[in-house]
């Protein structure tokens, strides 16, 4: 597995498996962040995003829908998604840092996820879902 850095970035897919994107930690960016870069477009997380997508999936527990949507969309109620843009979150609302750039928070945060050992997905071509997994 990959170091998680800009040298060395993590290299993944999307759930249905049609898309490669690359994550890496910018742990000096302010606030510190969670770089992806999807072609040519790159967004950014809050970096405390897995952390706290991993506790929120934990309280969950059970399946929880992906509902990856762009940030001018709405997200399905009690999705990932929604739940990434949600006030009542540690952060306050958007884990998206970039403005234009803030959705797709449950397209690309679940797969990191389940590369790190923190959740499984199902793989489908639409309708994908998440749960937690025990830390080990």
Not at 89 to 100: D, I, Q, S, T
Request: proline content about 10%; hydrophobic content about 35%; charged content about 25%.
């Amino acid at each position: 597995m990959s170091e998680g850095t800009k040298a060395d970035p993590w290299r993944l897919l999307t759930a249905p498996g049609s898309s490669e994107y690359q994550m890496y930690r910018d742990p000096d960016a302010e606030p510190p962040a969670l770089v992806c870069q999807v072609g040519a477009t790159t967004l950014k997380y809050h970096l405390r995003a897995i952390e706290d997508l991993h506790a929120w999936l934990t309280e969950q527990g059970d399946w929880v829908p992906l509902g990856a949507a762009d940030e001018s969309k709405p997200a399905p109620d009690g999705s990932v998604e929604a739940w990434g843009r949600d006030p009542a979150n540690p952060v306050g609302g958007w884990y998206g840092l970039r403005k234009g750039y803030r959705g797709r928070f449950g397209m690309y945060l679940p797969p990191l996820l389940e590369a790190l050992g923190l959740a499984e997905l199902t793989h489908e071509k639409r309708n994908n879902t998440v749960r937690a997994l025990p830390r080990t």
